[in-house]
């Protein structure tokens, strides 16, 4: 448990609750989770299943429907063939990364990771023994792992590597060409490959993509939580590499028994046509609040060195402000109200001079925020 760390910005969360229980009107960006909310045809397969449906366990992997869905998903959207016997419906993004490690982490094994990247992975490796490996990354490669991170970074112990595209906190993404490079050294190496593909549907500059279009060895993780702004109905998936499909069973059995029904009924509804129109409105206003959040912070001087493409963040270099993004975090939502997360939540490259903006609030919020940022920051 020592190794395992709390989540900082809860911290600061606290605080922005505090501020508005005395009245303060605070703009939140410092929470991944989209105000969009639940899709409306998602809450009416919702309410339908109540009344219809026994809710009892599913099968461990989910729902045969769900399945076959996500796999036409994967057909129609990418062209990708992933037969609904290599999908596991899980409780969210979560348990899904926490089934394909223990799938493959022994005690001693080390898993590389970015630093920056998502503050649970490292914690779930340490949960299973092994040795997480944050490769320190920055704007040069936009954050991302190439595949000579992969030969610096390999060694004997090393059981895998587990990246993100679009990534958490960055936005940045890994082109086609380079992840294909990039599982290449990993399978000459004889590893594996971890891709957290949870925001791969919300990408702005470049099309949308899933690895699973052109290799079927990597593990797969995504989720309703995000693109379908399904955060506490707890529903994702994990698609395994052929081989895999037994021994992931016997996880999530043992494990979670099953995953949550009632999400599951409702989910169905996410593959719509009507539902994946609204989603793609939902994509058109997230581009319009990152372009204005961009133009913004960079007029402010805050230095943005790698465009985000895609999720819903903006990782800003605070240097020219601060030494100490954690102190400048804490008293800019003091001072105005406006609450991002600092860097230490992500790792431990450079995390003093970084921040996290999440542009998961309304657009007029964002102009807000950066008025009220520039009058402090000029004061
Ligand atoms: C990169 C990444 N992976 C996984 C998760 C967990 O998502 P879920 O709500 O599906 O468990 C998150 C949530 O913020 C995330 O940003």
Redesign the pocket.
Known sequence: MASIEPFHVVELMERARALEQQGRNIIHMEV?EPDFGTPAPVIQAATQALQRQSLGYTSALGTAALREAISNFYQTRFRANVPPERIIVT???????LIALSLLVSPEDEVLLTDPG?P?NRHFVSLLNGTPICMPLDHTTAYQPTSDHVVKYWSEKTRALLL?TP??PTGTCISPETLNLIAEAVKQRRGNLVV?E??NVLTYDLPASTILSYRQDAFV?N????YWGM?GW???WLVVPMGYERDAEKLAQNLFISPPTLAQHAAIACFHEDTLEEMEMRRLEFQKRRDLLIDGLSSLGFGINAKPSG?FYVYANVSGMTQDSYTFSLETLEKTGVAMTPGLDFGAHAPDQHVRFAYTTHYSQIEQALERLFSHLRS
């Open positions: 991944g409780s969210g993004a979560s348990a899904a990364l998502y649970c993100a990534s958490n957290d949870i925001y993780i989720s309703f939580s995000k955060t707890r529903l994702g999720a």
